[in-house]
């Protein structure tokens, strides 16, 4: 296996360095415009981040793609902290990105699976990832909606049950562990007027004090992007929603440390695209609103970070 000559942080250094004073913004990427973007939003707010790549993006991109474009925004924004991680592996992503050498850690989603199933596959992913020193984050309880090959519909979502997080963890040695408080993937973050479950992040924090929790499904989905795509011909529905800043600085408070975000950048793209493309239709070059999306990406990636941070733990 090669060498890495570039020096990253480890995800789970990250981690346990912010648990109770921010949540770390965990970006996920497709192409250079993303890397770009999240890179020049982490510089800007000078917050470490997490780079996110999925299956799907190593077969859309190819992932020696995606390390060589990661390496690039590395040399060139080399005073950012980042931690590179494989989001929604299986079995077999998680045993490739580990012989890898790129990746700081690595997802197994078995949460699907039974309890016991769960917690054998997640433990057969730790022990390996562990002899490499890649952190392992697992995922206990189900969110429901759709992101990228994940589909779930909303009946099937379940919360994550406290006491089985606490054995989950205690058998397994996972690292970190995401859980289902009430989100779910894709545009419909929240059913009705609910919003996250924290009387279970607070019944988890109280059982696995400083451990580090994961929250999926944490875009906000703010309804002046919604309106902007239908306005420039687009048909999303105007109850999307999302989490708020508010939800998810009390989220950190009860031990949520990573905060994943996806939906938010992907509707930022359509909305810069459907925009640019419906007042200029006389254009075709894919340079001019790939400038304004890397720019509109950063300033998101620099607001997202600066939001997560607590009250008295500015540094």
Request: with cysteine; charged share 25%.
């Amino acid at each position: 296996m090669k060498e890495r000559t570039l020096v990253k942080r480890k995800t789970i250094e990250l981690l346990r360095e912010a648990y109770g004073k921010y949540g770390i913004a965990a970006f996920n990427v497709f192409n250079a415009e993303q890397i770009h973007g999240v890179f020049a939003g982490a510089s800007q707010s000078a917050r470490p981040v997490i780079l996110q790549i999925t299956p799907v993006a190593q077969g859309y991109m190819n992932e020696k793609f995606l390390e060589a474009m990661i390496n690039a925004a590395h040399e060139v924004y080399g005073h950012v902290e980042f931690s590179v991680h494989l989001d929604h592996g299986n079995f077999e992503s998680c045993n490739r990105a580990i012989e890898t050498g790129f990746y700081d850690s690595v997802m197994i989603d078995a949460s699907a699976e039974p309890f016991e199933k769960n917690i054998r596959i997640t433990s057969q992913v730790v022990q390996r990832a562990h002899e490499a020193g890649i952190a392992v984050e697992a995922e206990l309880g189900i969110l429901g909606g759709k992101e990228d090959e994940n589909t779930q519909g909303p009946e099937k979502g379940r919360y994550t049950n406290p006491d089985q997080a606490a054995e989950f963890v205690g058998r397994t040695n996972c690292d970190s562990l995401a859980v289902a408080v009430g989100t779910s993937h894709g545009a419909y973050k929240l059913e009705g007027e609910e919003g996250l479950n924290f009387s279970i992040l607070e019944r988890i924090q109280t059982l696995l004090p400083r451990y580090p929790l994961v929250l999926h499904g944490a875009s906000g989905v703010p309804l002046d992007e919604i309106s902007r795509i239908n306005d420039a011909g687009g048909k999303l529905s105007s109850k999307a929603r999302g989490i708020t800043t508010e939800q998810l600085l009390e989220a950190v408070r009860h031990g949520i440390t990573k905060v994943n975000v996806a939906t938010d950048a992907r509707l930022l793209w359509t909305r810069v695209h459907r925009e640019f493309f419906k007042g200029s239709p006389e254009l075709f070059d894919l340079v001019l609103p790939g400038r304004i999306y890397m720019e509109e990406l950063r300033n998101f990636v620099r607001q997202k970070c600066e939001s997560l941070i607590l009250e008295n733990h500015e540094n």
